[in-house]
C-alpha cells in the first residue's frame, strides 16, 4: 500500500509540474524581429533564401517535419505535421501518408490529399504550376507519380528507394500548396495552414503575420503577431536590438565577433553561434570566355587561402570542408584525416598559387598584364566582406578584380540566367543530406547549378549513394563524391559559415538546429514572458 500511495504521488506531482508549465506559457504578444533585406518573393517553393523562408514558414505546414526538440536535422528525428502517419511499400518504392482530417486553409478551404498532389506536380514539373523559379525541382528527381486515395490518404511513387525522401520533405522549403490559389498570389500574398496568416509585406520597411485562430493545433500559436523590420544595414540591426527594440534577430545573421559585441553590452542576452550549413564558394561560368579555359579555373581556385577567409571573417571560427558540412555538426563531411588527402587543401598556400602563377605565365598574363574581371555579389555584408578578400587573393595570380554589388532579387535571377563571369556566393543548403546538395548543386541542367558543372559519369554515383541505406556506406561514397567535385573546381568551397542568432530571455520556446538555419521557424511554440 505504501508504494502505491508514493506511486500516485509521484503521478499527481508529475501532472501539477506538466499543468504549471502549461500555464506558465503566455498568450499574446508581437514577436519583433530584424531582417536584412527585402526577400525576393513571399513564395518559399519559388525562393532559395533565409530571407523568404524564416518569415514565411510560419504561414505553412508540411507533411511532416524535423523534431523541434532533436538539435540535429536527420533522418530518424522526424514528427508529423500535416501527415499523422506514413508507410513504405512496394520494395521501398512507394511512401503513402495518412492527412490529418479538419484543417482548413486561411481562407477557410478544407486541406485535402489534392492539395499535396498539386504542390509535388508543380515542382516536380508535371504540370505547369506558373512558377517563375522552380530551384528544388531536383530534389524530387526520383518521384515517378503522385497519387491519392480520398481526401486523407497520398502516395508518393518513386523509381528507386530513397531513404532521404523523408529529409527533403521535412524542410523548412517544403511546405504543401493549396490548390486553388494561384502561383502569382503566392508571391505577394501567400494563402497557408500554418500558425501565422500573412498580413502585409512592405518593400524596404517591414513583413507582418498574425496568429491564425483556427489553427488545427489547439491553443496554438501564443504569439498574436510577428513583425519583421527590414533593416539593410547589420550595425544599425544590432544596436536597435541592445536598445530592446527587437525582440530577435534574423538567424545567423550576427557575426562571431559582433556576438562578443552584444554579449558584453547586454550580458543576458542569449546568442547561440553555430553552423549555418551555408558556404562560401567561388562561381566561374564556364559557358563564358575565357572562363571557358579550365586552366583559369584551376588557377583561380589555387588563389584561394582558405584558413584567411575564417580568420579575417570570424577569427578562425569558419569550418574549412567540401560540399558537405563538415562534423560534429555535419552529419556527411569530411573527417579532418580525409580532407588533409584532398588537393588544394594542405596548409602551403604559396606553393599552390605559384603554381596558380605559373598556369597564368603560360597564357600570356602576368604582373604587367592583368586579367580584368568583375566579382559579382549580392549585396549583403557577409558577400562583400567575402568578395573583397577573395578580390585581395586573386590578386596573386595577375588577376585584377572589381566588385559588383546586386540587389537579392537581381542577384538570384542573374545566376539562374548565367548571367555573370565570376561570383562570390554565400549559398545554403536547406537540409544536411547529400540527395539536397549533389542533385541540387551539381547535377546538370539542374537550376541552381550555377557553373553550368556537367560530369555525367559523377552523376552516376549521385544515384548510387541516393538508394544506400547502409550511412557509414554511403558516408564513405559520399567522401569521395565530393573530392571529386573539389578537384573538378565544381564550385570551390571556400568556407563553412557559422553565424549567431541573438534574442531577448524573455523569448521562451526557440529552439535551433546544429546543421540547418532553414527548419524550425514554424514559432507556433514561442512565447513571450513579459
Sequence with gaps: MAFVARLMLACLLIL??????????????????????????????????ISTDMPFMSVFNNLVVFDPDSKQNRLDAIVPDLATSWKYSDDDRTLTFQLRDGVKWHDGKPFTSADVKCTWDMVTGKVDGKMRKNPRK??????????TNGPLEVAFHLNDPQPSLLVMLAGGFSPVYPCHVPAAQMRTHPIGTGPFKFVEFKQNESIRLERNPDYWKPGRPYLDAIEYDIIANRSTAILALVAGKFDLT??????PELVKDVKAQVPQMQC????????GNLLVNRERPPFDNARIRRAMALAID???????????????????????????GWSPEFMATVPGYGADVEKSREE??????????????????????????DYRDAAVILIDHLKTVFIQAELETLDSAVWY???????????????????????VMLFENYLCGSERNYTAYCNPELEKLFHQQSMMKDQEARRKLVWEIDRKLQEDGARPVVYQSQGGTCWWPYVKGLK???????????????????
Design 272 to 279: 547561440l553561434v553555430q553552423p549555418s550549413n551555408t558556404q
Design 413 to 435: 535571377a542573374r545566376l539562374v540566367r548565367k548571367d555573370y563571369s565570376v561570383g562570390m556566393n554565400v549559398q545554403g543548403t536547406g537540409i544536411d543530406d547529400p540527395d
Design 16 to 49: 501539477c509540474a506538466g499543468l504549471d508549465a502549461a500555464r506558465a506559457q503566455k498568450q499574446g504578444g508581437v514577436l519583433r524581429v530584424t531582417h536584412r533585406d527585402n526577400p525576393p518573393s513571399t513564395s518559399i517553393h519559388e525562393e532559395a533564401t
Design 250 to 255: 534574423l538567424t545567423g545573421e550576427v557575426t
Design 306 to 332: 582558405r584558413k584567411a577567409f575564417s580568420d579575417i571573417l570570424s577569427r578562425g571560427v569558419y569550418n574549412i570542408g567540401g560540399a558537405m558540412l563538415a562534423p560534429p555538426e555535419g552529419i556527411w
Design 356 to 381: 596558380g602563377r605559373q598556369i597564368m605565365r603560360g597564357l600570356g598574363y602576368g604582373p604587367d598584364k592583368m586579367l580584368p574581371l568583375k566579382v559579382s555579389t549580392r549585396n549583403i555584408a
Design 512 to 530: 535551433l538546429a546544429v546543421n540547418s538555419i532553414y527548419n524550425h521557424w514554424r514559432f507556433e511554440d514561442v512565447w513571450l514572458d513579459r
Design 138 to 147: 531536383t530534389w524530387w528527381f526520383n518521384v515517378k507519380e503522385i497519387t
